[in-house]
């Protein structure tokens, strides 16, 4: 196995070094799921939820989350995204909240964990909203679905 690109020739952690790379647009798409009771499901369509509108309050948390990745992830590079974009849905069928990112920037490295992350936080953030009315919630399918530029594209 070769060298391994997030460690010192001692053995330490490090951030890689990208500055040899060239800057290219690139993007990473990311999707989740969170699970809950159908009653859920009707307070958060009738915004009756008691903490106010569930949607709109994970869509800014899963958009600074996004913002905010490198401080969270220890050998992310802070980023200056071009574009941050986070889609909530009701699915009845699957009984529960899809929740999809896509996060762009004209850069040396790419957004997938940005993507990620703006998901997980979005996710989290439904449900802090919506705890006090249920507690079985839960977290289904956190994956990238989807990046372009750099050295390879991958679509899941």
Request: some cysteine.
């Amino acid at each position: 196995m070769g060298e391994f690109s997030h460690y010192s020739g001692e053995g330490l952690s490090r951030m890689v070094d990208i500055s040899g790379k060239k800057v290219t647009s690139r993007t990473a798409r990311a999707a989740g799921f969170v699970k809950m009771n159908p009653a859920t499901i009707e307070l958060i369509k009738k915004n009756l939820i008691p903490k106010g509108n569930v949607f709109e309050v994970a869509r800014i948390a899963g958009i600074l989350a996004a913002k905010k990745t490198s401080d969270l992830i220890p050998m992310c590079h802070p980023l200056a995204l071009n574009f941050i974009d986070i889609v909530i849905h009701v699915d009845s069928e699957r009984g529960g909240v899809g929740i999809e990112s896509e996060v762009r920037l004209d850069g040396k490295t790419g957004v997938e964990m940005e993507a990620l992350t703006a998901v997980s936080v979005a996710a989290l953030t439904i449900y802090d909203m919506c705890k006090a009315v249920d507690k079985s919630m839960s977290f289904e399918n956190i994956r990238l679905t989807e990046k372009r530029g750099g050295k390879s594209d991958v679509t899941q």
